[in-house]
């Protein structure tokens, strides 16, 4: 992850180097709660349902007692039968975001700020890329995760 612009004095150009080669892909999941994100877990390969499960069992279930409501995209694997199998057997509330409804989705704007810093960053290793996604989830603030949430709940009344 690079970014795409840069800024030089004027009448120079900008050099930087952009690997060719994708490299390890590494991938993450996290809930995000008015104080932030929480229970942030990174992988490599793809996301399963199994994957998922192992997830939510070990990482979420915690977070999730005094009734909270899990919200959770329409992601294929969020929908998977074992999944929802896996939250009723644990008695979890939970309920699905419309289709193309990112605007209603608090994490959007969450990760795009990490994005950011990660294009900025530019790492080039699994290990600083994993020190890198660390540092930038700690980076959101209770402020920013309540901007979000707030945000997707103007937009939501603004709709209706």
Known sequence: MTLPYGRAPRGERVIDEQPVSPGETVNTVAVLTEQGPDAQWCYQGPLT??????????????????GKTLILDRHPVHRARVVRAFLDRHHVRYVYLPPYSSELNPSEEAWSKVKHVLKREKPRTVDHLLDILHRAAQSMTPNDAQGY????????????
Do not use: G, K
Request: zero cysteines.
């Open 49 to 66: 349902a199994a994957r998922f499960v192992a997830y939510l069992d070990v990482s979420v279930l915690p977070l999730l007692l005094a």
């Open 149 to 160: 949430f707030q945000q997707a709940e103007d937009f939501s009344l603004v709709t209706v």
